[in-house]
């Protein structure tokens, strides 16, 4: 299990916990957490599910795929030195304690 | 404000409308009973052991004080009066009406359908069903070399299934890739073992005693051996209620630019929409993700502010095992290709012209390829 910190646009913090082997999307939509879409199913195909890892967890994520890297450059709020696509995070309890801030539009 | 259809685009339309600040009632009439969800994973994760994935999780429908009416199925349209006629009798009155019943597979009229085994593929149970008949059989054969026939097909011989697809056309994805495309995704799937018959028609399926299919019979005569026959041919939008209330129907509801229909109140959105795009006006229908929930965001934005034309560049994406192919444009009416990359190393694009005019690229593991194709043809930049 991880405890997710969700940070919404305006400031609103969501924490959840989440088992190993989730994702931070599917995480945000099964606890209800807005602000994430997902239209894509979590195929990195549609860039909703954008999210801005807290630098200190930056690091400690698995690296960037070419996918997500190219899709991020479609999203639709700025991409930042820190974005990643929601639905390609995957949890593990190494992440126990990881925030992400929603950006302000996803679509 | 009511809606009919919980798809992609009927659901979306409700989260669109109360994002932009719709206050009033917003009821979705929907004839499926489950939480409504999202369809692409049926033709792929499902059939790999992926669990179902909800559109919105069960409560986002309170939260935003949206009525999901499962289970229930709009009967009719009643435009004089300006409402929804429930198949129980019921009668919803509307001020706005969104049409989003989407699309149904196209049923083949051939003898030995109803045998059992045999499968079409739209909604959440009939891809429970083909998971389950996946796993207790071992000879897949699929009607239909379409995008859901290939998906089901590249899904199950992973899964070790021996597949055959056949398709009566020469070549697969014929009204939807261009032919270097095609070409590499029949060749992958030949390369995974699928047994591919191409120009190959169907004359019937035949079944057992106890009424379950057991081979399909080839116009030449052959006979393919199978324990389930998918049936991928093609889809038909659900535009009966439509038509029955004296909308105008062109292979879906006709509606305008701004995606409404000849009645002022009534507005259709995603599968069943034949609406008209790109420079030339062609109507259209388009069958996507995509489409379905842009529309649905213009359609709230036109209702919210102003009637405003539906712009979206469309786009598409499937994936095949380790075969992600990803769409943008629409490439019907191509008469040139443009190849960029190399197909046997399994990453390329192809980008479709008109004389000068770029229509479409479609890539494959290419995914900066499409993201660049992207901004290129909704003008953001080349
Ligand atoms: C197996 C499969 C795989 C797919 N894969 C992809 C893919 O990889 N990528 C992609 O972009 N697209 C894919 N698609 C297409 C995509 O799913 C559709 O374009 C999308 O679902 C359209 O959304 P919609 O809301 O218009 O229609 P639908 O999702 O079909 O929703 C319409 C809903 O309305 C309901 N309805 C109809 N009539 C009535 C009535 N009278 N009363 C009440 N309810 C009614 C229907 O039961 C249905 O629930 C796939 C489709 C299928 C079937
Ligand atoms: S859910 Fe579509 S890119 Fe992540």
Same mark, same amino acid.
């Given at each position: 299990?991880?405890?997710?910190?969700?940070?919404?646009?305006?400031?609103?913090?969501?924490?959840?916990?989440?088992?190993?082997?989730?994702?931070?999307?599917?995480?945000?939509?099964?606890?209800?957490?807005?602000?994430?879409?997902?239209?894509?199913?979590?195929?990195?195909?549609?860039?909703?599910?954008?999210?801005?890892?807290?630098?200190?967890?930056?690091?400690?994520?698995?690296?960037?795929?070419?996918?997500?890297?190219?899709?991020?450059?479609?999203?639709?709020?700025?991409?930042?030195?820190?974005?990643?696509?929601?639905?390609?995070?995957?949890?593990?309890?190494?992440?126990?304690?990881?925030?992400?801030?929603?950006?302000?539009?996803?679509? | 404000?009511?809606?009919?259809?919980?798809?992609?685009?009927?659901?979306?339309?409700?989260?669109?409308?109360?994002?932009?600040?719709?206050?009033?009632?917003?009821?979705?009439?929907?004839? =499926?009973?489950?939480?409504?969800?999202?369809?692409?994973?049926?033709?792929?994760?499902?059939?790999?052991?992926?669990?179902?994935?909800?559109?919105?999780?069960?409560?986002?429908?309170?939260?935003?004080?949206?009525?999901?009416?499962?289970?229930?199925?709009?009967?009719?349209?009643?435009?004089?009066?300006?409402?929804?006629?429930?198949?129980?009798?019921?009668?919803?009155?509307?001020?706005?009406?969104?049409?989003?019943?989407?699309?149904?597979?196209?049923?083949?009229?051939?003898?030995?359908? @109803?045998?059992?085994?045999?499968?079409?593929?739209?909604?959440?149970?009939?891809?429970?069903?083909?998971? =389950?008949?996946?796993?207790?059989?071992?000879?897949?054969?699929?009607?239909?070399?379409?995008?859901?026939?290939? @998906?089901?097909?590249?899904?199950?011989?992973?899964?070790?299934?021996?597949?055959?697809?056949? @398709?009566?056309?020469?070549?697969?994805?014929?009204?939807?890739?261009?032919?270097?495309?095609?070409?590499?995704?029949?060749?992958?799937?030949?390369?995974?073992?699928?047994?591919?018959?191409?120009?190959?028609?169907?004359?019937?399926?035949?079944?057992?005693?106890?009424?379950?299919?057991?081979?399909?019979?080839?116009?030449?005569? =052959?006979?393919?051996?199978?324990?389930?026959?998918?049936?991928?041919?093609?889809?038909?939008?659900?535009?009966?209620?439509?038509?029955?209330?004296?909308?105008?129907?062109?292979?879906?509801?006709?509606?305008?630019?701004?995606?409404?229909?000849?009645?002022?109140?009534?507005?259709?959105?995603?599968?069943?929409?034949?609406?008209?795009?790109?420079?030339?006006?062609?109507?259209?229908?388009? =069958?996507?993700?995509?489409?379905?929930?842009?529309?649905?965001?213009?359609?709230?934005?036109?209702?919210?502010?102003?009637?405003?034309?539906?712009?979206?560049?469309?786009?598409?994406?499937?994936?095949?095992?380790?075969?992600?192919?990803?769409?943008?444009?629409?490439?019907?009416?191509?008469?040139?290709?443009?190849?960029?990359?190399?197909?046997?190393?399994?990453?390329?694009?192809?980008?479709?012209?008109?004389?000068?005019?770029?229509?479409?690229?479609?890539?494959?593991?290419?995914?900066?390829?499409?993201?660049?194709?992207?901004?290129?043809?909704?003008? @953001?930049?080349?």
């Amino acid at each position: 299990m991880a405890l997710v910190t969700y940070i919404a646009a305006d400031g609103r913090a969501t924490a959840v916990e989440l088992p190993a082997g989730t994702t931070v999307k599917d995480g945000a939509l099964q606890n209800g957490v807005e602000g994430i879409i997902g239209e894509c199913g979590g195929n990195a195909m549609c860039a909703t599910c954008h999210v801005y890892v807290d630098d200190h967890w930056l690091a400690r994520l698995a690296v960037i795929e070419e996918v997500e890297d190219a899709l991020l450059d479609d999203a639709v709020s700025p991409r930042r030195h820190n974005s990643r696509l929601g639905c390609q995070i995957r949890i593990s309890d190494a992440l126990d304690g990881l925030v992400v801030r929603m950006p302000e539009a996803q679509e | 404000m009511v809606i009919i259809g919980a798809g992609h685009a009927g659901v979306q339309a409700a989260a669109s409308l109360r994002q932009q600040g719709y206050e009033a009632a917003v009821t979705i009439v929907s004839d =499926e009973q489950r939480l409504p969800y999202h369809r692409p994973p049926l033709s792929k994760e499902l059939l790999s052991g992926g669990d179902p994935l909800a559109l919105r999780p069960e409560s986002f429908y309170a939260d935003q004080q949206v009525t999901l009416l499962r289970g229930t199925r709009a009967q009719a349209i009643d435009r004089g009066a300006a409402a929804v006629v429930l198949h129980d009798g019921t009668r919803l009155p509307y001020d706005q009406l969104i049409l989003a019943t989407g699309s149904r597979p196209r049923r083949l009229a051939l003898p030995g359908v @109803e045998l059992s085994g045999v499968q079409l593929l739209r909604v959440l149970d009939d891809g429970l069903a083909l998971r =389950e008949q996946l796993r207790s059989g071992s000879r897949l054969t699929v009607i239909g070399g379409g995008f859901i026939g290939l @998906e089901v097909a590249a899904a199950a011989v992973s899964a070790g299934l021996e597949v055959t697809v056949v @398709e009566a056309l020469t070549r697969v994805l014929a009204r939807v890739c261009s032919r270097p495309t095609a070409a590499h995704i029949e060749a992958v799937h030949r390369a995974w073992g699928v047994d591919l018959r191409l120009g190959a028609g169907v004359a019937r399926l035949l079944g057992d005693s106890a009424g379950r299919v057991c081979a399909v019979e080839l116009s030449s005569g =052959e006979r393919i051996d199978s324990d389930t026959v998918l049936i991928g041919v093609g889809a038909q939008a659900n535009a009966e209620l439509a038509a029955a209330a004296g909308l105008e129907l062109d292979g879906g509801v006709v509606v305008d630019a701004t995606l409404r229909t000849a009645d002022p109140r009534i507005w259709a959105i995603g599968d069943c929409a034949s609406f008209p795009l790109g420079a030339a006006a062609t109507r259209r229908r388009l =069958e996507s993700v995509q489409n379905a929930t842009d529309h649905a965001r213009s359609v709230a934005a036109s209702i919210v502010a102003e009637p405003q034309p539906y712009t979206a560049l469309p786009w598409f994406w499937s994936y095949q095992n380790d075969c992600r192919l990803q769409i943008a444009g629409l490439i019907d009416g191509h008469d040139r290709t443009e190849l960029i990359g190399d197909p046997s190393a399994g990453s390329f694009s192809v980008h479709c012209y008109a004389g000068q005019t770029l229509l479409g690229v479609e890539s494959v593991n290419a995914p900066r390829e499409h993201v660049a194709a992207r901004r290129l043809l909704s003008g @953001e930049g080349a």
